[in-house]
């Protein structure tokens, strides 16, 4: 399981701090577990695709297959580096 701090960003810019737990890991495609407050949030908020920011620099474009109060189930791909 790949596992690490980062942020959310939401489309209107607004970003969550975050622990996600990937337990699928396969060269660019991760798919998992973002642990998070997602309580305050407008669902509609989440039926775009979202960017998670990692504490590494790595950046990975989600879309969100399950919501709640405390998690989000996503799957998605990392971004290439930024030449």
Same mark, same amino acid.
């Given at each position: #399981?790949?596992?690490?701090?980062?942020?959310?960003?939401? %489309?209107?810019? @607004? @970003?969550?701090? +975050?622990?996600? =737990?990937?337990?699928?890991?396969?060269?660019?495609?991760?798919?998992? /577990?973002?642990?998070?407050?997602?309580?305050?949030?407008?669902?509609? +908020?989440? =039926?775009?695709?979202? /960017?998670?920011?990692?504490?590494?620099?790595?950046?990975? $474009? $989600?879309? $969100? #297959? /399950?919501?709640?109060? %405390?998690?989000?189930?996503?799957?998605? @791909? $990392?971004?290439?580096?930024?030449?």
């Amino acid at each position: #399981m790949h596992t690490g701090k980062g942020s959310l960003v939401l %489309r209107n810019g @607004r @970003r969550l701090p +975050l622990t996600f =737990q990937f337990g699928s890991d396969y060269d660019d495609t991760r798919a998992g /577990h973002l642990l998070c407050d997602t309580s305050a949030l407008d669902p509609a +908020l989440l =039926q775009d695709r979202l /960017h998670i920011v990692c504490d590494d620099g790595t950046s990975i $474009v $989600v879309a $969100v #297959m /399950h919501s709640s109060d %405390r998690y989000l189930a996503v799957t998605g @791909r $990392v971004l290439p580096a930024a030449a």
